[in-house]
């Protein structure tokens, strides 16, 4: 299992997505796959694929660097850092116009219903604290952002959707030998090895 953190969350987004597509429309997804992209892949339309492109990662302004509870011996509190992760939601239709909007329909009821991820949510292929909870919402992106981020890629403008998800911690990572808290320094002319 791999610390949570950004592939956690896009991992967790696209599994929300392919689970409660497949509740609506039956184990055929109405014929659409759910993948993560990466920008290099956007060089030919893809075909009735519903896309998340992770675009843009800030520092969470509220909570830039929160300091986790102190939980038993073995794990003292901690320093996180908090994140916010821009998504592009793209739904890539085969067919008809139409079509491709009643499936971006879906996809924006569910992430409004499902707006607060935690538990059982959260994607089981990643370790999560029990505290852990991502936060969905549209991201207000004005047309002129949203046609530049469409000009670095290979495709003609594709109706997308942006989402801002919210907390992602990246916490301190631990040593073997757990956490150093504090460190004895000799001080003179006489020190033993």
Do not use: K
Request: negative net charge.
């Amino acid at each position: 299992m791999s610390v949570a953190s950004i592939p956690g969350s896009s991992d967790t987004l696209v599994s929300l997505l392919q689970v409660q597509l497949e509740a609506r429309l039956g184990p055929s997804l109405g014929g659409f796959t759910v993948s993560l992209f990466r920008s290099a892949q956007f060089t030919g339309p893809p075909t009735n694929t519903v896309s998340l492109l992770l675009y843009r990662v800030d520092v969470d302004a509220v909570r830039r660097s929160v300091e986790t509870p102190a939980g038993p011996a073995s794990r003292p509190s901690r320093q996180w850092l908090g994140l916010e992760l821009s998504y592009l939601l793209t739904v890539w239709g085969q067919n008809s116009a139409s079509g491709e909007q009643g499936i971006l329909q879906h996809c924006m009821e569910i992430l409004q219903e499902f707006s607060i991820l935690q538990g059982s949510l959260l994607s089981p292929a990643h370790s999560w604290e029990p505290e852990d909870a991502l936060r969905i919402s549209m991201a207000s992106m004005n047309h002129e952002d949203m046609m530049r981020l469409w000009d670095g890629f290979d495709l003609p403008y594709q109706l997308s959707v942006s989402y801002l998800l919210r907390t992602v911690r990246l916490a301190p990572r631990e040593s073997e030998n757990g956490l150093t808290t504090s460190r004895a320094l000799a001080m003179g002319s006489r020190v033993s090895p």
